[in-house]
DNA sequence: GTGTTTGCAAAGAATTTGCAACGAA
DNA sequence: TTCGTTGCAAATTCTTTGCAAACAC
């Protein structure tokens, strides 16, 4: 948290209130959480955050780097807040997403393409879905 | 096609004259196409269709696994006529979505998790888009 | 002070749904 | 005949935008 409000103002982004909290929302949280997800723990602490706001920090975030969009669930922007590569464990039941360290591994980027990241997405049924029904 | 309607029909669907249009659209296709790309080129041979039809008829060809949804494109629903296993190369700035051969590999999914497909995407820039700009 | 940020309401884009008519099997 | 399918319009859901007031720096 604090590395991340020295970071935003080394970026030259205001600190705010609503900011403020919503960095502490996502401190540490590794449940990779929809748009809607941080507004409703937000505003716990401050009903009167906006959507709006949480959507324009949220991307402010992910375009300075310091959160990353995941695209694994198709019905809405999933936030993460590890940035560092890693993989994502995906149940298309319950939509839980959940990391796994990168391995080691030779994967060979096409040539005549830039590479920025490589994402790698073990979609299937979690345990507790797949005793379920 | 042939083989598409085959098993549409084993599958206990049936061959309506839109869905012999979507499928003659589908067919061949390797350029991931969103729902309104796939109504655009089916209407220039029938400029009847529905997106309603369309879109349901998308539905059925993924849930039936003759068809599978591509999440790369945060923006909207991508379709992928190979089902086969392969990886994708995307371009962040243009949308294009390329296919490659997945290579041998071990992956090694998590425990505690039946996975039903590992997805690898290379995210970046392509040739064409690393020129402009 | 200056330029960002906030928040509301409205707009936009993608997708889904209700329902009556239609048509393949 | 029967039940899946079509198509229209309207509704939903997620996200973005216009704009005036508020605020960090």
Known sequence: LKSF???WRALGLKLTAPRRVILEALEG???HPSAEQVLARVRKRRP???FTTVYATLEALVRHGLLSR???DPS???FDTV???HDHVVCDRCGTI???AAPRRSLR???GFRVSRVQVEFHGTCGACDGRD
Do not use: F, N
Request: proline share 4%; hydrophobic share 40%; charged share 30%.
């Open 109 to 111: 980027g096409p040539r």
């Open 70 to 72: 995941v695209t694994a």
């Open 98 to 100: 959940r990391d796994v």
């Open 29 to 31: 949280d590794r449940s």
């Open 83 to 85: 940035t560092a590569a």
């Open 76 to 78: 809405r922007a999933r």
């Open 48 to 50: 009167g955050i906006s």
């Open 5 to 7: 409000q020295i970071a």
